[in-house]
């Protein structure tokens, strides 16, 4: 099907020559592309230009959208999408004065979204994980990664990574799964925390990969949870069977995760609220994406993480929601960018970047995702008539985008 949308006020994130990421200073600068058209064929973006060059002929759809914006859609690459029920009590014992910490030892946290997971039948978990996806496709999201993690035994993670690929076939969000069994420590395993990594490492991984569930492997590694050497073990477990590393580290304290991770060349390192330049160092020569989730600092009252200076250094961001149950019950990107700006002081270039082009490395997606290039996947959203491309993130609760193209139909 071919697709010509005319008059656009600015293409956003436009490439002639496709980057994998935007690192540094170089954060700071997109590549716009004024009073243009965009010619969309069979699901890919096939080329662009300015209108006094517009192409002539007939089209399935011309679309006239003067006055708008045309930005590559967000690439959410931090998400456990796939959950059952709620945590909104755990909301206002926090409110009362408890810590994250506190409530997961009086059995909250993500031991309750594990009893909650064993609950749920594998289709109202698809039902439910299916009507966020729509939802975070409405905000402009169509790519993102799903996490599991909320499986006290291998049968339960099975099924979350089951329903994170039927969500991916069932809907027109790209997904990529990764398999996050060292989230927690499950209640029978409490004290005795070797018996439960040996059995991620001799059953969990073998079954995941021979089911080709999962693209990533992921482990939490804090104080509390899974220490460097069993993120070691897991991840260099993992590798052997083609599951690409990433890691939750450093949200709670220095733990050590993110040197590891560089270790297995991570595809990224996520969360980074306890970072400095030891980090910074570590992170500068390699491959691996920080990213940050600033909406679970906004939602737990906690210390951002030091993005702008991370960019300051020389750095790439990546920025994604981290939309779960406990700590950001919400997938919306366009408001992380604003909590970005506003908590971070990033700029809104910078945040367009994050969101986009280095939320589709984090994927392993920025060959076909995140931006505007001929060849890549014709995922897009349009805005509404809106003065400037500073009003995405200042109007951080006001509905700014007026359609969403995913694999260049119309999703929204």
Known sequence: ?????????????????????????????????????????????????????VPQGRFKVKEDVSGQFVLPAFCDCHTHLVYAGSREQEFMEHINGLSYPQIAKRGGGIIRS????????????FEQSCHRAYEIIEQGTGAAEIKSGYGP????????????????????????????????????YVGNKEK???????????????????????????????????????LNAGVKYGLQPKVHTNQLSFSGGVEVGVKYNAVSVDHLESSGKRE????????????????????????YA???????????????????????????????????????????????????????????????YGSIARGKV????????IPSLDFIPYSFNTPVIDTVILEGKFAL
């Open 1 to 53: 099907m071919s697709f010509l949308i005319t008059n656009i006020k600015s293409i956003i994130q436009v490439e002639q020559q496709p980057r994998e990421k935007v690192c540094g200073a170089d954060m700071n600068h997109l590549s716009t592309l004024e009073d243009a058209w965009l010619l969309l064929e069979n699901g890919v973006i096939s080329d662009f230009g300015t209108m006094d060059s």
């Open 114 to 125: 594990m009893e909650q997971l064993v609950a749920a039948s594998e289709e109202d978990l």
């Open 153 to 188: 035994d291998l049968k339960s993670e099975l099924k979350m990574l089951r329903v994170a690929k039927r969500v991916s076939q069932e809907t027109s969000l790209t997904i990529k799964t990764t398999f996050l069994g060292a989230h927690a420590i499950p209640p029978k």
């Open 196 to 234: 439960y990594v040996n059995e991620m490492i001799r059953n969990y991984i073998p079954a995941i990969a021979a089911e080709n569930l999962a693209d990533f492997i992921d482990v939490f590694c804090e104080e509390g949870f899974f220490s460097v050497e069993d993120t070691d073990r897991i």
């Open 280 to 303: 910074f160092e570590v992170l500068l020569n390699s491959q691996t994406m920080p990213v940050v989730l600033p909406g679970t600092s906004f939602f737990l009252d906690m210390p």
């Open 306 to 368: 030091p993005a702008k200076e991370m960019i300051d250094f020389g750095l790439p961001v990546a920025l994604a929601s981290n939309y779960n149950p406990g700590s950001c019950p919400s997938g919306d990107m366009k408001f992380m960018m604003s909590l970005a700006c506003i908590k971070m002081k990033l700029n809104t270039q910078q945040v367009i970047n994050a969101a986009t082009i280095n939320g589709a490395y984090a994927m392993g997606l920025s060959h076909s």
């Open 378 to 385: 014709a995922n897009l959203l349009i805005t509404k008539k």
